[in-house]
C-alpha cells in the first residue's frame, strides 16, 4: 500500500511545480508585453522625430496600433464564422427539391406569395424571411444603412461578369444585397440570376452578416476614435453613400479620425480604396499562386503538418491533440467544431484564398471539368480534398488547445468543457484567441507595408514568418525543459546546428543547402545529414518562423515577382539558364510559358513535379523523343528522385562539394603570403580531405606551395632549403 505521507507529498510537489510553471508564463507574457510597448514607444519616437521614415511608402508606423490589432482581428474572425455557417445553410437547403428550392427563392425574392408555398417549406421562408429582415434592422442600427431603404422583398441578384464589369465593384456588392431591382422574372432568367435557394439564400446570409461585421467594426471606430470637429492630425472620413441607401464608411462616415485609423479601416479591408481594379486583380493573382503552391501541393501538406506537430509538442497539447483526433465523427466533435466556427476558427485560410462567397456549382462540360480536376479548381473534387485536408492541418491542432483551454477553465467551474452556455463570451473568446495564436494566428493586425510585401508577391509568406516567429520564441521562454528535450533530441540525430560541427557538414553541401549556427529558433539544421552518404533532408521547413542562415533565402530573394522576371528573361524562377543562343523564338516561348507553368501552376500535375514526372517517364519510354529533368549537377532525375525531392530528400555529389572546396582553399593558398593564414588554409584542406575520406571521396586536388622553413616562424637553420607541401 502506497504511504500516504509520501502520496501527499508527491501531490504537494505538484502542484508547486505547477505554480511555479504559471508564474513562470506569467513573466514571460508581461516581457512580451513590455517589449511590445517598448517597441510601439520607439516606432512612435521616429514617427515624431523622423517622419519621412515613418510615412505610408515606408514603414507606415501605426500610433493605434493595438486598438487597431484588436477590432480588425475581431471582424477578420467574425467574417470566417459566418462563411463556416453559411456552408452549413447551404448544405441544408441542398436537401430540398429543385421545385421547392425554386419556389421558396421567388417568395423570399417577393415574386410569388408565401401563402402559395407548400406546407414543409413555408417554416424556412418564415425563417429566413425573419433573419434577413432582422439583418437589414442591424445594419441600420450600426449606422450603415439608411432607414427609407429597408426594403422587404429582396434577395442577392446575380448579373452575368459583364454587367459586373460595367460597374464599381462596392457599389454593385451593395445594390445585389440592397436595392430592389423591379425586373420581370424573364429579365433576370436573360441576366443570368440563379434560382437555387441553397445558392442564393446562404449567400445573402453571408453578404448581409459580413456587411454587419464591417459596420460593426467602423462603429467601434467611430466610438472610440471619431471627433465630429476637425483636431490636429484628423482626416475626414467621407460619408457618402454607395447605393441603396449604405453609406460607405457607416458610423464613420462624416467623422474625423487619426490619419493612422483611416489607413487602418482600408487595410482591414473593411472598405475599398479607389481606383484599386488593377491593384485588386494583382493581388488576387499573387494569392491564387499562394494557394497553387501551398494547398495544391501534397508535399506542403507534409511539412505543414509536421510544423504543427513540433508547436503540439512545445505547447503540450500532443494528449489534446490525441484526444481530440479520437472524437472526429462523434456528436461531441460536431458540436465542439460548431462552436469553434462560431469564433472563428477558420480565419487562418484568409490570407489564402481570401473569404467569399460560395461557388454556384454549375454544370460544365467534360473538358472543362477535367481540366478542373488536374488545376485542382475550386468545385472540384480534387480541389476541394486539398483545400480542406490543408485546412484541417490547422483546424485540428487549434481545436485541441481550444478545447484545452475550455478543460482548464470548466475545472475550475465545475462544469463541463462542453457546457458552452456557462462560459462568458469574453472566455471563450479568449481561449479561442489562445488557439488561434499558439498555431499562429493570420486574423491579427499586419503592419501596412508588411503587408503590401506580402501581398505584391515579393516576400509573398512573410506574414506567416512575420506572425509564428514571435509566437515560437515564446513558447520556448514559457517551456524551457521541453525544449532542452527537443534539442537533446536535436543533438542525437545529428540535427543541431548548433550542438554539431557546420563548418564540416556545409562542405558536402551546396551554397544554397548550408547551414548557419543560428539557423532558425529551433537550431535544426536547414539540411539534415541522412544515414545515406550525400543524402540530406530540409529539415529547415519542418519549423515555423524565420529561417536566419542566409536570412531565409527565399523570403529575400524577391519571391513570385523575382522569378517571374527571371523566366521573362530566359532563365528558370531561380535564376538558372534556361536557353541557348541558338534557340529559335518558338523554343524560347515554348520554354518561357513552361517554366513559368512549372513555378506558379499546380506542382502535381501542371507544375514542377508533374512536368518532371512526365519528362522522366517519357525519356524511359522514349529517349529521343524526351530529355530527362536534370538536377542541380546536370544529371538525370529519375522518379524516385523526383518524388523524394518532393519532402525535401536530396542527393548532393560528394565528390563535386568537396572538389569545389578544395579548389577555393587552393586558390586562396596560391595568393596568400601571410605565414598565420597559410597555415589555417592547410587546416582546412587537410579537414576537406579528411571528411571526404569518412564519405568514400579521394581527392585528386593537392594543395602545392614552396616556402622556405624559415618563412614558418624563423629560419630555423634550415638556410635555402625548402619545403614542399603536398597533400592529396
Excluded at 463570451?425 to 508588411?450: C, F, I, P, R
Excluded at 530528400?649 to 587552393?666: I, P, Q, S
Aim: one cysteine or more.
Amino acid at each position: 500500500m502506497e504511504c500516504p505521507i509520501k502520496k501527499t507529498i508527491q501531490k504537494s510537489d505538484e502542484v508547486i511545480q505547477k505554480s511555479l510553471k504559471e508564474k513562470w508564463g506569467e513573466k514571460v507574457d508581461l516581457l512580451f508585453d513590455k517589449g511590445e510597448e517598448r517597441l510601439d514607444k520607439t516606432a512612435l519616437k521616429i514617427k515624431h522625430n523622423a517622419p519621412e521614415w515613418a510615412n505610408e511608402y515606408l514603414f507606415r508606423i501605426q500610433e493605434y496600433a493595438k486598438d487597431i490589432g484588436e477590432i480588425t482581428q475581431n471582424f477578420t474572425n467574425t467574417k470566417s464564422a459566418i462563411y463556416a455557417q453559411s456552408a452549413k445553410v447551404k448544405k441544408y437547403l441542398e436537401t430540398l427539391s429543385e421545385k421547392d428550392s425554386k419556389e421558396l427563392f421567388n417568395a423570399l425574392d417577393g415574386d410569388l406569395e408565401p401563402t402559395k408555398l407548400p406546407a414543409h417549406v413555408r417554416p424556412l421562408y418564415e425563417k429566413f424571411r425573419a433573419i434577413i429582415d432582422n439583418n437589414a434592422k442591424e445594419l441600420i442600427k450600426a449606422g450603415a444603412l439608411d432607414k427609407n431603404y429597408a426594403i422587404k422583398d429582396y434577395i442577392k441578384r446575380y448579373y452575368t461578369d459583364a454587367v459586373q464589369q460595367k460597374r464599381a465593384s462596392a457599389k454593385l456588392a451593395i445594390d445585389k444585397l440592397h436595392k430592389r431591382k423591379n425586373m420581370s422574372y424573364d429579365e433576370r432568367i436573360a441576366r443570368g440570376m440563379l434560382e437555387d435557394s441553397s445558392f442564393a439564400v446562404s449567400n445573402t446570409l453571408a453578404e448581409q452578416r459580413v456587411q454587419l461585421a464591417k459596420a460593426n467594426a467602423l462603429k467601434m471606430f467611430a466610438d472610440k476614435f471619431g471627433k465630429d470637429e476637425m483636431f490636429d492630425g484628423a482626416v475626414r472620413i467621407s460619408d457618402e453613400t454607395i447605393g441603396g441607401g449604405v453609406k460607405k464608411y457607416g458610423a464613420l462616415g462624416g467623422k474625423y479620425v487619426p490619419k493612422e485609423i483611416a489607413d487602418a479601416v482600408i487595410d482591414a479591408g473593411l472598405v475599398s480604396k479607389e481606383l484599386n481594379i488593377f491593384s485588386n486583380a494583382y493581388f488576387k493573382i499573387i494569392d491564387h499562386i499562394k494557394v497553387n503552391v501551398t494547398v495544391k501541393n501534397p508535399f506542403t501538406h507534409f511539412y505543414n503538418v509536421a510544423s504543427n506537430l513540433t508547436l503540439s509538442y512545445l505547447h503540450g497539447d500532443f494528449g489534446e491533440l490525441t484526444k481530440v483526433t479520437r472524437m472526429i465523427g462523434t456528436d461531441e466533435f460536431k458540436t465542439l467544431v460548431n462552436k469553434a466556427d462560431e469564433l472563428g476558427l477558420g480565419s487562418q485560410l484568409n490570407d489564402l484564398e481570401g473569404l467569399r462567397a460560395l461557388k454556384s456549382d454549375k454544370d460544365v462540360g467534360v473538358i472543362e471539368r477535367i481540366f478542373k480536376e488536374l488545376y485542382f479548381a475550386e468545385g472540384s473534387k480534387a480541389g476541394d480534398f486539398a483545400r480542406n485536408a490543408y485546412a484541417w492541418e490547422d483546424k485540428i491542432f487549434k481545436l485541441a488547445r481550444f478545447k484545452k483551454n475550455l478543460e482548464k477553465l470548466a475545472k475550475q467551474k465545475g462544469i463541463k468543457y462542453n457546457d458552452f452556455a456557462k462560459f462568458s463570451k469574453n472566455e471563450l473568446q479568449e481561449a479561442m484567441k489562445d488557439a488561434q495564436w499558439s498555431y499562429v494566428d493570420y486574423s491579427t493586425h499586419l503592419n501596412g507595408t508588411l503587408k503590401l510585401l506580402d501581398k505584391s508577391g515579393v516576400m509573398p509568406f512573410l506574414h506567416y514568418s512575420v506572425k509564428s516567429t514571435p509566437m515560437v520564441l515564446k513558447t520556448i521562454l514559457k517551456n524551457p525543459e521541453r525544449f532542452i528535450l527537443f534539442q537533446a533530441a536535436m543533438m542525437g540525430a545529428g540535427a543541431s546546428s548548433w550542438l554539431g560541427d557546420n563548418e564540416k557538414e556545409n562542405l558536402a553541401k551546396p551554397k544554397w543547402a548550408e547551414s548557419g549556427a543560428f539557423a532558425n529558433l529551433f537550431g535544426i539544421k536547414s539540411w539534415v545529414k541522412l544515414p545515406m552518404d550525400g543524402w540530406y533532408l530540409n529539415a529547415g521547413r519542418a519549423v515555423p518562423g524565420f529561417r536566419f542562415d542566409g536570412f531565409d533565402k527565399f523570403e529575400f530573394s524577391g519571391g513570385f515577382v523575382r522569378g517571374a522576371l527571371n523566366v521573362a528573361g530566359g532563365k528558370s524562377a531561380m535564376g538558372y539558364n534556361n536557353e541557348s543562343d541558338d534557340d529559335a523564338l518558338w523554343e524560347r516561348v515554348q520554354s518561357r510559358t513552361f517554366e513559368m507553368m512549372k513555378a506558379y501552376f499546380p506542382p502535381m500535375t501542371f507544375g514542377r513535379y508533374g512536368q518532371n514526372l512526365g519528362a522522366a517517364i517519357g525519356n524511359k519510354i522514349a529517349p529521343n523523343t524526351f530529355d530527362a529533368p536534370k538536377d542541380y549537377n546536370k544529371d538525370d532525375l529519375s522518379v524516385g528522385e523526383i518524388l523524394a525531392r518532393g519532402v525535401g530528400v536530396r542527393e548532393f555529389n560528394l565528390k563535386k562539394e568537396y572538389k569545389n572546396e578544395a579548389n577555393k582553399v587552393k586558390k586562396a593558398y596560391k595568393n596568400e603570403n601571410n605565414t598565420q593564414k597559410r597555415r589555417e588554409l592547410e587546416r582546412k584542406f587537410n579537414t576537406i580531405k579528411s571528411e571526404a575520406k569518412k564519405s568514400g571521396v579521394t581527392l585528386d586536388v593537392s594543395l602545392l606551395g614552396k616556402r622556405e622553413i624559415g618563412g614558418f616562424g624563423g629560419s630555423g637553420g634550415f638556410g635555402d632549403k625548402k619545403l614542399k607541401i603536398e597533400l592529396l
